[in-house]
């Protein structure tokens, strides 16, 4: 409000002011039938989603530059050669085994069977969490720690063939 006499504007002395509505509210001492969202008791009893759990339990890693999800989506959409291989085709468990090494790292999930060579350096949890599945039947890792994500969509242009013979997987 402006006054008449010094064109200033006229700042309430307290905030917020006495007749505010929202001050009665704030001074009644009720405890809600049920709580509310993110209210102490809510935050004490709420059980965790598979999400919230995994964030408790993952750790980021600092990625060197160019490494960040946009430049894997570039990558991915490049006309570069991901796969490392010359046709996709069946594997076994004993050949997934020889594909366990930073510079030449296969995983299967879910039956499929993807080179994450190139994904590594990539990859928000650092390189030495996926080369936990290198070489093996990650699926149950995967899914344990990322069951939300889209690894078909992530890692498609690094599919080399699928896994067959076993039902085996990471523990």
Not at 6 to 27: E, I, M, R, W
Not at 37 to 43: A, G, H, L, V
Not at 95 to 104: A, I, M, P, R, T
């Amino acid at each position: 409000m402006i006054t008449e006499d010094t064109d200033t504007l006229d700042v309430p002395s307290s905030f917020p002011l006495p007749d505010n509505p929202q001050c009665a509210k704030d001074t009644l001492n009720v405890i809600p039938a049920f709580p509310l969202p993110d209210s102490p008791q809510r935050i004490q009893s709420k059980k965790l989603t598979p999400l919230e759990k995994a964030n408790k339990i993952r750790k980021k890693v600092f990625l060197e530059p160019g490494h960040s999800a946009l430049d894997w989506a570039r990558l991915k959409n490049s006309d570069v050669d991901l796969t490392g291989v010359s046709e996709i085709r069946k594997y076994t468990l004993d050949e997934l085994k020889l594909h366990k090494s930073k510079n030449d790292a296969w995983t299967a999930i879910n039956g499929k069977i993807y080179n994450m060579t190139p994904y590594l350096k990539f990859h928000p949890g650092g390189e030495s969490e996926l080369m936990r599945a290198a070489g093996k039947d990650g699926t149950k890792l995967f899914m344990n720690i990322h069951s939300w994500v889209n690894y078909d969509l992530m890692l498609d242009k690094c599919f080399v063939g699928f896994l067959v013979g076993t039902k085996t997987m990471l523990t």
